[in-house]
């Protein structure tokens, strides 16, 4: 797996829930840290310096942040995948998003129409209180993590994968075809290196 440290990694705070403390923690310094347009608000309220807002800035109109605020005028994706393009062209190719729980329905798939719709060579893990989410794309080769024995997972397809392999795990899959359905849902790890590959954009969830 590529490490984020041999990149230029941003972390991208959302206007989702409030993230536990353990889970903010747990991903150590947050620097540089982007507010999702309101997601500023959150990370402020927290205490964390925000080094610049982006999005259509209308979660955060009546707002005093001390950031650099960056409208992004673009109606045809979400603030997300706004924020992602624009940081993305600066030289950013890993992104850390927390503040993504909760919310609509609508609010939550538009996150992972955010992992399907990011170019394929960014890095994207998306950090919930209870699982973290890792993005998987052709252009990762193989994916691999070293995970403990029996520690739950789930992959989904989410684009249609006419070869997908996952090695390491209870249930494996061997250039097997998947779409978008329950297949993945809860496997277990073996033990080790956990390895995925596929000709799609996959979603790899590690429950905590």
Known sequence: MLKGSEKLRAFLWCNGDIPTSEMINSLGDLTPLFGVDGGTKKAESYGFLVEETLGDLDSI??????????????????????????LSKRGYTVFDILGIDGGSPGHILGIWGTMVESPLQLEIRLHHNNATSYRITPKNNEFQINLEKNQLFSVYALTGCGKISVKGAQWELDNDLLNLSTRGLHNRANGGILSIKGDGIIALIIEH
């Open 61 to 86: 109109k009546e707002y005093e942040s001390k950031s650099e605020m960056n409208k992004l005028n673009d109606d045809s994706c979400s603030d997300l995948t706004k924020t992602i393009l624009e």
